[in-house]
C-alpha cells in the first residue's frame, strides 16, 4: 500500500523557518517525482502549486520562482523520507502543504496534476 505521511509545519512570522518531513512507503521503484505542492488558502487542492520537487533516483530537483532561493528540498540516503526546508517565509507562503509522488518517472514532475498519491497536507501559517 502507497503511503505518504508528513510531518512538521505549524505557525511563524515572516523571515521565520519551518520544516517539513514526508515518509514514503510502499513504493518498490527508485524513479519517483517527489513534490511539494502548496495550496494557498481559499483554494482548491487542484489549483495549487508545486513549489519544490526531487527525482529520488538522481538527487535533481526542481524549484518555482516563488520559492528559489528560500526553500531546499532534500531526501535521505535511503530515498524514503523527503524533506522541505523553507527559510525567510513570507505571509504568502501561507497554506496547505502536501508532500505527493508519481512513480516511474525519468525527472522531476512539475505539474501537480501529474501526481498519483498525496498526502494529508499540513497547514503552514505566516504572519506579518
Known amino acids: 500500500q502507497l503511503q505518504l505521511v508528513e510531518s512538521g509545519g505549524g505557525s511563524v512570522q515572516a523571515g521565520g523557518s519551518l520544516p517539513l518531513s514526508c515518509l514514503a512507503s510502499g513504493y518498490t521503484t527508485d524513479s519517483r517525482s517527489m513534490g511539494w505542492i502548496r495550496r494557498a488558502p481559499g483554494k482548491e487542492r487542484e489549483l495549487g502549486e508545486v513549489?519544490?520537487?526531487?527525482?529520488?533516483?538522481?538527487?535533481?530537483?526542481y524549484y518555482s520562482k516563488s520559492v528559489e532561493g528560500r526553500f531546499t528540498v532534500s531526501q535521505d540516503n535511503g530515498k524514503n523520507m523527503v524533506f522541505l526546508q523553507m527559510n525567510n517565509l513570507q505571509p504568502e507562503d501561507s497554506g496547505v502543504y502536501y508532500c505527493a509522488a508519481v512513480d516511474g518517472v525519468r525527472w522531476t514532475v512539475r505539474a501537480q496534476i501529474e501526481y498519483d498519491d498525496w498526502g494529508q497536507g499540513t497547514q503552514d501559517t505566516v504572519s506579518s
Open positions: 513549489v519544490a520537487a526531487i527525482f529520488t533516483a538522481t538527487g535533481s530537483y
